[in-house]
């Protein structure tokens, strides 16, 4: 029983820890699946991580807080937008410098507004999001199995959780059973299709970018207002990056993306799980190596287990009408 | 109503420096086919492209169906009855024929309903125009034939009643461009009107009512195909008399230069590209290898110059064997008297950044020649390159001027040049004259008899059926990577055709 009560505590952290991925994962499939790769995923959801902490500070809402995450957020996308469809530049070059100016322009803004060594103040009430519990979890706690299943798997956690795991059926939904999902799929395999078809490629793929940056606005503001109470300096930790791996290690597909995030959320709960505890046969395992572990299986899977991983053949490369 | 389907006047264009497109007239009438025609360059794509609403003219006039319309977009054209079969295939790869047709013409926001809509249109249109396919087929797995009726039905079903094909039978096997013609000349008997753009003489003559032909920017002549003859359409399109058919002696084969025996090549899938070859040059005779792109040809040539490892098999250049299957040095082969003009010169041939005096001494750097001790010697580089230039005639003749500002031809004669005054022993030739000028390519095959007669070996591979059998002396026919016949150069077109698309191949292969 004590075994299985430490299953259910893993899982149920893996959850926490793998809504952001989903939310950022998802955020890059509507983009990369457009032709326009990524990398500042992690960027935009430090900014609209900030955005929602400060703003929620100050005003004192969760509504407030998340608008304004998701606004930075779609800001900073129509930046990398302009830079890789209207300006045709390098989007991995976009993507690094937005990563960095966010990284550098929230501690500044942060110490220079809240002068809490760029922190935002600290969130209660109103100002952050709530657990959901659900009906009867209090009386169903108590049987066996179910009762943790329901009240502590099922039953708790943050409205944007659940929304996040909504967004995955919602998504796959967009892509493949809506007009702006073939079209969106198809810009991103040969946009000169598109063109000829009589479609705006650029515009096509503006909508794609914002819908990267709504996305990345909920991934930022579930880590300030509803996982933490505020923003800390640096707090996405390589989320962003994982979320891009968890996306190619899922071959640019939604269930599979949700399944990858899980998984590497998984070794993350896992990971904080046996900081400090021997593990049998093998004994104390520095903190540093448990710490790395998902990484580390990242590149492994990523070197060749899952099989080749074809992104959309168009990403990466801006669209040019041949002369 | 009028007869006439489309009239431009005065349509002018012009990117930057290079005037593409000079005052233009052009009358297209309903219910014919119309055929434009003129060398790479000349302007024929630009002004489809002004057409179909890719790029806007700088000034001049659209007139469709007796109305003047402005097209500032593929939409615009589509709205106004044209339709376009692009050369490069405008498909969706990973896509259903279904959901490549519908793309951009969907009449409602969730796909199901258009889904279903759009299945029983095209099985109309199926119908109608005799074009099947199954609309639940991927496209990557369809041949390239049947991609192209896809492309086709595209353009019906956004109620085309102008159809503007550009280069449609580069990519086709004569028996599929035969089927080409015999749906256009369908189309045609339906009431539309259709404008075929190419640089082959042979296929305006055989499928148009009418014929225009431009050059270097400019409309030159219209006629009346019936009216016209090959002759007179490459004087207009070259702007001089052009010698279409080569001159050459008989052959006078001698020693085994270049034996092939049982060469296996497989692809980074895996895929085998190349199975169980075998052939041999002799001195003094050109061997042509002819197929349909992608049956092997490229992976063969890459394996014998020693660019690709084959799996299986020997090769024996001057009676020595080649380590086709371990580590071969295309430098040594180099050394040892073989010489390459890749298929793809702009990756494989040339660094197309580099100057043609640089590009003209690659892959022979090392040559003491060239060299000042570890230094290149500029100035024997410089002398070299002029020297070449001359004598192939290569424009403009700057050996400063970088690579990339030649034209296709004068790039391919850079090649050449370099790979061709070496004096080879083997020359191996991959698609000596593609987006090559008339002009250039009587130039080019001139000068690969040329070095037959001096004795050297020459294995030319070419999907233009016309240039294997002016130029070789034996034909050797690839499909699905595997040599299915050997002919002589007065084979017939329909014979090597067949060959081509693998049906004869297996009788052959029998016997």
């Known amino acids: 029983m004590e075994f299985f009560h430490t299953i259910i505590a893993i899982l149920e952290s893996t959850i926490r820890v793998s809504v952001p991925l989903i939310f950022a994962a998802l955020a890059g499939l509507f983009t990369e699946r457009a032709g326009v790769f990524d990398i500042g995923l992690e960027g935009k959801m430090l900014g609209a991580a900030f955005a929602a902490g400060a703003v929620a500070a100050v005003t004192g809402s969760v509504i407030m807080g998340l608008l304004a995450a998701i606004l930075i957020s779609v ?38 507004w809240f002068k809490q060594g760029g922190r935002t103040p600290a969130l209660a009430g109103d100002a952050r999001f709530q657990t959901v519990t659900f009906p009867f979890a209090d ?17 708790g956690h943050f409205i944007l959780t659940y929304v996040a795991f909504l ?16 079209r969106l799929r198809a810009v991103g395999e040969n946009p000169g299709a598109v063109d000829t078809a009589g479609i705006s490629v650029i515009w096509l793929r503006y909508r794609a970018v914002i819908c990267c940056g709504i996305l990345c606005g909920f991934a930022g503001a579930y880590l300030s207002l509803a996982m933490s109470a505020g923003f800390v300096k640096g707090m996405t930790a390589g989320k962003g990056y994982i979320a891009l791996a968890a996306l190619i290690f899922a ?73 | 109503m009028s007869d006439i389907a489309i009239e431009l006047r005065g349509i002018d264009k012009s990117f930057g420096l290079v005037h593409a497109n000079k005052n233009i007239n052009l009358t297209v009438r309903k219910g014919t086919i119309h055929g434009i025609i003129g060398e790479n360059g000349a302007g024929k794509s630009t002004l489809m492209s002004i057409l179909y609403g890719f790029y806007q003219a700088d000034s001049g006039d659209i007139v469709v169906d007796g109305n003047k319309v402005t097209i500032k977009d593929p939409n615009a054209a589509i709205a106004s009855g044209i339709g376009m079969v692009h050369q490069h295939f405008m498909l969706v790869e990973n896509f259903t024929v279904l959901e490549n047709v519908m793309l951009g013409a969907e009449d409602s926001q969730i796909l199901n309903t258009s889904i279903s809509k759009a299945r029983v249109e095209l099985k109309r249109l199926e119908k109608e125009y005799a074009l099947e396919v199954n609309p639940d087929a991927l496209i990557e797995e369809l041949p390239v034939g049947l991609q192209q009726r896809v492309e086709i039905l595209k353009a019906l079903y956004r109620k085309a009643d102008i159809l503007i094909l550009d280069e449609p039978t580069g990519v086709l096997t004569p028996p ?60 207009l399109m070259v702007g001089r008399r052009v010698l279409l058919r080569v001159e050459k002696g008989a052959a006078n084969p001698g020693e085994v230069k270049f034996a092939v ?39 063969l040539l890459e394996a014998i110059s020693g660019i690709r490892k084959a799996v299986g098999g020997t090769v024996l250049l001057n009676g020595k064997p080649i380590d086709v299957t371990g580590h071969v040095d295309p430098r040594e082969l180099r050394d040892r008297g073989l010489a390459h003009v890749p298929e793809d010169r702009h990756h494989v041939g ?23 001790g570890v230094f290149l010697n500029t100035k024997a580089i410089q002398a070299d390159a002029e020297e070449k230039i001359k004598k192939y005639d290569i424009r403009p003749p700057n050996p400063r001027l970088k690579t990339a500002n030649f034209s ?104």
């Open chain 2, 350 to 372: 040339l660094v197309l950044k580099f100057e043609e005096a640089e590009n003209g001494i690659l892959g022979y750097h090392h040559d003491k020649r060239y060299l000042n």
């Open chain 2, 408 to 511: 296709g031809g004068n790039q391919q004669k850079i090649v050449l040049a370099r790979e061709m005054e070496r004096g080879p022993d083997v020359l191996i030739i991959g698609q000596p004259t593609r987006g090559v000028d008339v002009g250039a390519i009587e130039f080019i095959h001139k000068r690969i008899i040329e070095m037959r007669d001096q004795g050297k070996a020459v294995l030319l591979v070419s999907v233009e059926l016309d240039e294997i059998r002016a130029l070789s002396d034996r034909i050797i026919v690839m499909f699905a990577g595997r040599v299915v016949g050997e002919r002589d150069p007065d084979a017939t077109e329909g014979e090597l055709g067949l060959l081509m698309a693998g049906v004869e191949g297996r009788k052959d292969a029998a016997e």
């Open chain 1, 167 to 182: 967004l995955v059926p919602f998504s796959w939904w967009i892509l493949y059973r809506t007009r702006f999902g073939l």
């Open chain 1, 139 to 155: 009386a169903v706690k108590d049987v066996p199995i179910f009762g943790p299943i329901y009240s502590n798997l099922l039953s």
């Open chain 2, 261 to 299: 025996e049982n060469l296996t090549v497989r692809d980074g899938r895996g895929v085998t590209m190349v199975d169980n070859v075998s052939f041999n040059l002799r001195a003094g005779e050109i061997v042509g290898i002819a197929g349909v792109a992608g049956n092997g040809q490229s992976e």
């Open chain 2, 176 to 235: 599929e461009a035969d089927h080409l013609f015999r749906i256009l000349g369908q189309l045609k008997d339906q009431g539309k009107t259709i404008i075929f753009i190419t640089h082959k003489l042979r296929e305006i003559m055989a499928i148009t009512d009418e014929v225009s032909v431009m050059r270097r920017g400019e409309m030159v002549a219209t006629r009346h195909t019936k009216e016209t003859s090959v002759e007179e359409l490459a004087e």
């Open chain 1, 75 to 112: 800001l900073l996308s129509l930046v990398h937008g302009y830079a890789s469809i209207t300006q045709r530049g390098s989007q991995i070059v976009s993507g690094v410098a937005i990563n960095f100016i966010v990284a550098g322009s929230t501690v500044i803004l942060g110490e220079a």
């Open chain 1, 251 to 323: 071959k640019w597909r939604p269930v599979n993306i949700m399944l990858a995030c899980l998984l590497f959320g998984f070794l993350d709960a896992l990971a904080i799980r046996l900081q400090g505890n021997p593990l049998p046969l093998i004994g104390q395992v520095p903190v540093q190596l448990m710490q790395a572990l998902p990484y580390i299986l990242t590149v492994i899977l990523l070197a060749g287990f899952i099989g080749k991983a074809i992104p959309p053949k168009a990403g990466g490369i801006p669209y040019v009408k041949e002369r």
